[in-house]
C-alpha cells in the first residue's frame, strides 16, 4: 500500500476505494474547520504536542496515544503552530470493516460504542505503540503476490489488537477522561449539547453565564480553536447524519438540530458533507 502524506487525500482515497488508507503525516496541513467526514480515523500521535476538540470534549495529546473517530464525531485539531507534529492516521471505509467483521467479532466496536462515559482516546503503552508501528510497517510494505490478502490480514490483525485495548479499559480501568482547561467554557459546551436543538445566540449565551458576547466568544475561540458558531455548526450537522442514517425524516431532522429554518439547514449540510440531506438519507437507508 502507498503511504500518503496529506489526511485529506487519505480521506478521499478510502471512501473512493471503499477501503482504507494509511497517511504518515510530519508537517500541518491547512488547518480544517471543525469538520465531519464519513469515514472511520484512527489518529495516532508519534510527537504529542496537539490538543483534540471532539464532540464537546477536549483532549490532550501525548506521544504514543491513539483516537478513534467515527462518521459522526465533530472534531479539530487545536493548538496548531509551526512545530513538528508528527503522527499517522488511517482513513477506513465503514463498509470494509464491517464487511471483514464476524458474528462473534465485530471489529467497528471500537467506534460504535458512545457509552456515556466512553473516552475518543487511548494511551498505548510502548509494548501497543511498539506492535501498532509493526501492523502499520508491514501494510505499507507488504508488496507483489498476495499484497492484498496481507493488507487485509494485517489490517484485521491490527484492529483485533485496538478492539482487545478498548475493551481492557472499559472492563478494567478508569476511562481516561478528557482535560477541562476552563470551567466556563466546560459548561459552555455542556450547556450548547444539551439545548443543541434550540435556536442559541451569542447573546442568549452571554445573558445565560452572565458575562459579555465578546469575551465568551474570546474564552471559547482560545480554548477550543474554534468559534462558538462554527462548533455548533459542527455539531448540528454531526447529529444530523446520526438521525438521518436513523431512518427519521428531513425535514423532523432539521427541527431535532436547532436549524432555524430548511434552507439553513439544507446549504450547511451540502456544504459540509457534500451531498443533499435527502440524498444522504437515500443512501444511508437504502
Not at 73 to 99: A, C, G
Not at 196 to 203: H, R, T, V, W
Not at 244 to 256: D, H, P, R
Amino acid at each position: 500500500m502507498k503511504e500518503l502524506n496529506s489526511c485529506k487525500t487519505a480521506m478521499s482515497t478510502a471512501i473512493e476505494n471503499k477501503y482504507f488508507s494509511v497517511a504518515h503525516l510530519y508537517k500541518d496541513e491547512k488547518a480544517m474547520e471543525m469538520h465531519i467526514h464519513d469515514c472511520y480515523e484512527v489518529y495516532f500521535s508519534i510527537s504529542g504536542g496537539k490538543q483534540f476538540l471532539i464532540d464537546n470534549k477536549m483532549y490532550d495529546i501525548a506521544p504514543g496515544d491513539l483516537f478513534l473517530i467515527n462518521q459522526y464525531d465533530s472534531h479539530y485539531l487545536t493548538q496548531i503552530d509551526k512545530e513538528l507534529h508528527e503522527r499517522i492516521v488511517i482513513m477506513i471505509d465503514p463498509e470494509f470493516i464491517k464487511s471483514i467483521s464476524s458474528k462473534e467479532t465485530n471489529l467497528d466496536a471500537c467506534f460504535q460504542d458512545r457509552s456515556s462515559d466512553f473516552s475518543h482516546k487511548i494511551s498505548l503503552t510502548p509494548e501497543q505503540q511498539g506492535r501498532f508501528l509493526y501492523f502499520i510497517n508491514k501494510i505499507l510494505t507488504s508488496n507483489g503476490f498476495g499484497h492484498d490478502l496481507l493488507e487485509k490480514a494485517t489490517f484485521t490483525e491490527l484492529f483485533v489488537m485496538i478492539n482487545g485495548i478498548v475493551n481492557e479499559k472499559q472492563n478494567h480501568t478508569e476511562v481516561e477522561k478528557p482535560a477541562m482547561y476552563n470551567e466556563q467554557v466546560d459548561a459552555i459546551l455542556s450547556y450548547l449539547n444539551n439545548n443543541i436543538q434550540e435556536p442559541i445566540s451569542i447573546g442568549d449565551l452571554a445573558k445565560q453565564f452572565y458575562i459579555s458576547e465578546s469575551y465568551i466568544c474570546r474564552i471559547f475561540k482560545s480554548a477550543t480553536g474554534t468559534t462558538i458558531n462554527k462548533y455548533m455548526t459542527a455539531r448540528r450537522i454531526s447529529i444530523a447524519k446520526s438521525l438521518l442514517a436513523e431512518g427519521i425524516g428531513v425535514s423532523e431532522v432539521c427541527e431535532k438540530c436547532g436549524f432555524s429554518d430548511y434552507s439553513n439547514f439544507l446549504k450547511a449540510f451540502t456544504k459540509s458533507v457534500g451531498i443533499s440531506p435527502k440524498k444522504y438519507s437515500q443512501y444511508c437507508n437504502k
